[in-house]
């Protein structure tokens, strides 16, 4: 049975561009950049409890089509944030491509959707605060 995520891992062509997105405009830390053992490079970014995120620059990689929401694969990964209005605010203040405006999902949490550099989707969740009802 399987008993949680290890990672995510994306292929990316930029890696300097991606790997300021990550960790400059959303706050991941580098916990280490080198080389791939497949060529090209690797950089392990950390959140701030257990989410990770590896990066991989191969020699060859191919783009994918672009910000096709139906396209197949990962449609989006989600990242929890304390304050999704403030974090619009300060991502905006930063240029990051935002993708709609601040919305309930289906749990009742605030999410914005964002786009990374390379047509990646994003969504910030604020998790909804439990009540003494609850």
Excluded: C
């Excluded at 991989?56 to 396209?71: C, T, V």
């Excluded at 990962?74 to 990242?79: E, S, T, Y």
């Amino acid at each position: 049975m399987i008993k949680g995520l290890v990672h995510i891992g994306i292929t990316v062509l930029d890696f300097d561009a991606m790997l300021a997105f990550y960790r400059d405009v959303l706050g991941l830390q580098a916990e280490s950049i080198g080389p791939h053992p497949r060529g090209g490079r690797k950089a392990v970014l950390r959140g701030a409890e257990r989410e990770v995120i590896e990066m991989i620059e191969y020699p060859n990689a191919k783009p994918h089509q672009g910000r096709d929401l139906a396209r197949t694969g990962v449609h989006h990964f989600g990242l929890v944030v304390d304050d999704v209005h403030a974090e619009t605010t300060r991502l905006r203040g930063l240029g990051a491509e935002l993708d709609g405006e601040i919305k309930p999902n289906s749990k009742g949490e605030l999410v914005q959707h964002l786009w990374d550099p390379e047509g990646n989707r994003l969504h910030l969740t604020e998790r909804k605060t439990k009540t003494k009802n609850e």
